[in-house]
């Protein structure tokens, strides 16, 4: 079931064996149900698998939405346009959709909790479909990619410094942002008494609670020691290894500002004896100011668009293993633990 058409025919068999069993609880709406699949089929027939994929699935976001709001506004969506003129609700699903809303779209006073449970299931069918995207969203989504990492600010410290020592953070402070550091925080200056190129008072007071929190939170974090953490190797795809070279253990590189933390002795090999023994003939592991560039890549994650992600050279992915261990070991012993869980 790999190719769209294989999709189509497996999804539309599925609307039926649903829509069948939903007569079951709406007897009443038998001959709607009917109508339901035909427009389905329609709505495949005119656009295709993004029927299923695109317009279901926004109109789901509208739908949920509109609940909030209490009450159905047109979704501009292909497909969904009202039944009637004058009312606002969609033909397709209209007997449940009924259930929910009044013909003029509001929400009626005790909407069907079990039509809603029913709807969602019927515009979500298809919202994690494993399905390559189009060519031209995979495009759209890397140039987007590229268009916001460009927008994104260069640090203060060359954090590409072989020997880059963390501790030099500690002198940074929120507060030394400066007014061409911002261009998309114009809500920052609201204070008509601020100079031209100053913050106001309460964005100071703001960004001087946002540090006092980073150091809160960063205090009960606690010092990291790698040695004191364990380092393993990620499922996913890496950058410096392909084809039928896949052992991760063998680190093609060693980047030398890792040195300082990770030293390749003690985290590239199992014991420092180990290490001696292979230095003299296997160069490349020795530290190196040369390192392999994390690749982007694509992969499947809705029809609308795909999820990026970056490939990391091998040596790196060891690392942020270890200080996945840490993180995830210490937040549960932090203010913090009841707002993230992992």
């Not at 007569?23 to 299923?52: C, M, N, T, W």
Request: include cysteine.
């Amino acid at each position: 079931m790999t190719s769209t058409k294989s999709y189509e025919d497996y999804v539309l068999g599925l609307y039926a064996a649903i829509l069948k069993d939903m007569v079951v609880s709406y007897p009443g709406l038998r001959a709607e149900f009917d109508r339901d699949y035909k427009r389905l089929l329609s709505g495949v027939e005119h656009h295709g698998i993004a029927f299923l994929c695109d317009t279901l699935v926004a109109f789901s976001k509208h739908f949920d939405k509109c609940l909030d709001e209490q009450r159905l506004t047109p979704s501009g969506l292909i497909h969904m346009k009202p039944f009637k003129k004058g009312s606002t609700v969609p033909r397709l699903f209209k007997g449940l959709l009924l259930r929910v809303f009044h013909v003029s779209g509001d929400l009626l006073p005790v909407p069907d909790v079990q039509a809603i449970q029913h709807l969602r299931l019927l515009f979500q069918l298809s919202k994690n479909a494993k399905l390559p995207c189009p060519t031209q969203r995979t495009y759209e989504s890397v140039q987007e990619f590229i268009s916001t990492d460009a927008e994104v600010r260069l640090p203060d410290l060359d954090w590409d410094r072989a020997d880059f020592r963390s501790d030099s953070a500690r002198s940074l402070q929120f507060r030394d942002t400066r007014l061409f550091d911002l261009p998309s925080l114009p809500d920052l200056w609201d204070s008509p008494d601020s100079g031209e190129g100053q913050l106001s008072s309460c964005t100071g007071k703001d960004l001087f609670a946002v540090q006092c929190t980073a150091d809160i939170v960063s205090s009960a974090l606690g010092c990291f020691k790698a040695a004191d953490w364990k380092c393993r190797h990620g499922p996913g795809a890496v950058a410096d290894l392909r084809g039928a070279v896949l052992d991760k253990y063998s680190f093609p590189t060693w980047p030398a500002r890792m040195e300082t933390i990770f030293p390749c002795a003690d985290f590239a090999f199992a014991n420092q004896l180990l290490w001696a023994d292979t230095l003299h003939h296997e160069e490349h592991l020795m530290p190196s100011e040369a390192e392999s560039a994390s690749r982007l890549l694509a992969v499947p994650k809705t029809y609308r668009a795909p999820r990026l992600i970056a490939a990391e050279p091998v040596a790196h992915q060891w690392g942020q293993q270890c200080l996945r261990d840490f993180l995830m070991s210490r937040v549960r012993h932090t203010p913090i633990k009841d707002s993230i869980s992992f």
